[in-house]
């Protein structure tokens, strides 16, 4: 009998007077799986069944209009990975255009990677990044499984045996001095240097910043809760110091919007990036090349030299685990080593533990202690 393991439940296939078969048992046991083989089997050469017809494969356009509707649907809690997958498939689609499914092979899809590491982007005629290939080579991988599961019989060319990612150096960081934080605020636009100074003062991601909304905020016991997040250590209470609050009182004061930073174009959504406003600052600011990701990590690398420890560390942050924050300091920070089983030093009493002074020296870190109304374990 035979039988194998796609996903998490049992296939099995054989030979049939000289035709292919092939079933899912949708069971992830393997002994109830080879008994719904036999059964089938047994079935089959008694003519109580017949050998099913071959379900078409789709066209491209077709499983990719499917799979992001399904997206749609599937992602409403995080919306970002629908965009991701939106944004994906249009390369996907001028290059496969509609192909049935079964006819994109392995070569097929080393020939577009291939092609896409050469090609420039049509806004910013650059070279498109490893991270954005890959990107879209995930979107292919998840639409080939979303057809698969509709039971199309099909072989995913980018599955684990398949077309391997680009490799992505994810371990680049930057942390700003204080000289370069203060030229690069000067210069931002307000809702760019708002957005900035949470992120520098509570070390919260972007995309969690974006949809801050009122109901979440608590300025008189100086917390902020994040409901969002694909774990469940994102969805935490962030501790916000004076710098912090000050930039929210002033957001929610006569808010009318649902989101404390709405779309210019629809206030009932929160803004979905500030990229252009973050590149023009930089540019603007004369201070060298930066992610606005790099924010965060400067917010994590002062935390951990005002000894924080890791384990609180990586609540904050909102990390399920602890190694998940070690690439996001430089190894150069040696007080990092000493934090372990220090007592907490939020950003939480008054002030700023990343220097809101921006006095522009480097070694102006205060040390924090956090009110008695944070738990130890806030956001674990």
Same mark, same amino acid.
């Given at each position: 009998m035979s039988i194998f393991k796609r996903g998490t439940v049992y296939w099995y296939h054989f030979l049939f007077n000289g035709e292919h078969v092939?079933?899912?048992?949708?069971?992830?046991?393997?002994?109830?799986?080879?008994?719904?083989?036999?059964?089938?089997?047994?079935?089959?050469?008694?003519?109580?069944?017949?050998?099913?017809?071959?379900?078409?494969?789709?066209?491209?356009?077709?499983?990719?209009?499917?799979?992001?509707?399904?997206?749609?649907?599937?992602?409403?809690?995080?919306?970002?990975?629908?965009?991701r997958y939106l944004v994906s498939s249009a390369a996907l689609l001028r290059c496969f255009g509609d192909q049935p499914l079964d006819k994109i092979t392995q070569d097929a899809v080393e020939q577009f990677k291939a092609a896409r590491s050469v090609a420039k982007g049509q806004r910013t005629k650059?070279?498109?990044?490893?991270?954005?290939? *890959?990107?879209?080579?995930?979107?292919?991988?998840?639409?080939? *499984?979303?057809?698969i599961k509709a039971d199309a019989l099909l072989k995913n060319?980018?599955?684990?045996?398949?077309?391997?990612a680009f490799h992505e150096d994810n371990e680049q960081t930057r942390v700003l001095s204080f000289d370069e934080q203060a030229r690069y605020l000067a210069v931002a636009t307000p809702m760019l240097r708002d957005i900035a100074t949470i992120m520098l003062e509570t070390g919260m991601r972007p995309e969690e910043v974006y949809r801050i909304q009122?109901? *979440?905020?608590?300025?008189?016991?100086?917390?902020?809760?994040?409901?969002?997040?694909?774990?469940?250590?994102a969805r935490r209470w962030v501790p916000l110091n004076t710098a912090a609050k000050s930039v929210l009182a002033r957001r929610m004061e006569g808010l009318k919007a649902p989101f404390l930073f709405p779309c210019d174009t629809d206030p009932t959504r929160p803004v979905?990036?500030?990229?252009?406003?973050?590149?023009?600052?930089?540019?603007?600011?004369?201070v060298a090349p930066?992610?606005?990701?790099?924010?965060?990590?400067t917010w994590a690398t002062r935390a951990a030299e005002s000894g924080i420890d890791l384990v609180t560390l990586a609540a904050f942050l909102g990390h399920s685990r602890m190694q998940m924050v070690m690439p996001g300091?430089?190894?150069?920070?040696?007080?990092?080593?000493?934090?372990?089983?220090?007592?907490?030093?939020?950003?939480?009493d008054g002030g700023s533990v990343t220097g809101a002074e921006y006095d522009g020296k480097g070694d102006s870190v205060r040390k924090r202690q956090p009110p008695a109304t944070i738990p130890a374990t806030v956001g674990m």
């Open positions: 092939q079933h899912s048992t949708k069971q992830g046991n393997p002994r109830t799986a080879r008994q719904i083989e036999a059964a089938f089997r047994t079935a089959l050469a008694k003519g109580d069944v017949g050998i099913t017809e071959r379900k078409k494969a789709p066209g491209f356009k077709e499983a990719m209009r499917a799979f992001l509707a399904w997206s749609e649907q599937e992602h409403k809690q995080h919306p970002a990975t629908h965009r650059r070279l498109i990044k490893p991270a954005t290939v *890959n990107r879209e080579l995930a979107c292919l991988r998840a639409m080939f *499984n979303h057809a060319p980018v599955c684990k045996n398949g077309v391997k009122p109901e *979440n905020v608590n300025l008189a016991s100086g917390l902020l809760f994040n409901p969002h997040g694909k774990t469940k250590a979905p990036k500030v990229n252009n406003a973050h590149e023009r600052a930089v540019r603007d600011s004369k930066f992610r606005l990701y790099d924010l965060r990590h300091i430089p190894r150069a920070s040696g007080a990092v080593c000493g934090a372990a089983g220090a007592i907490q030093r939020g950003a939480a």
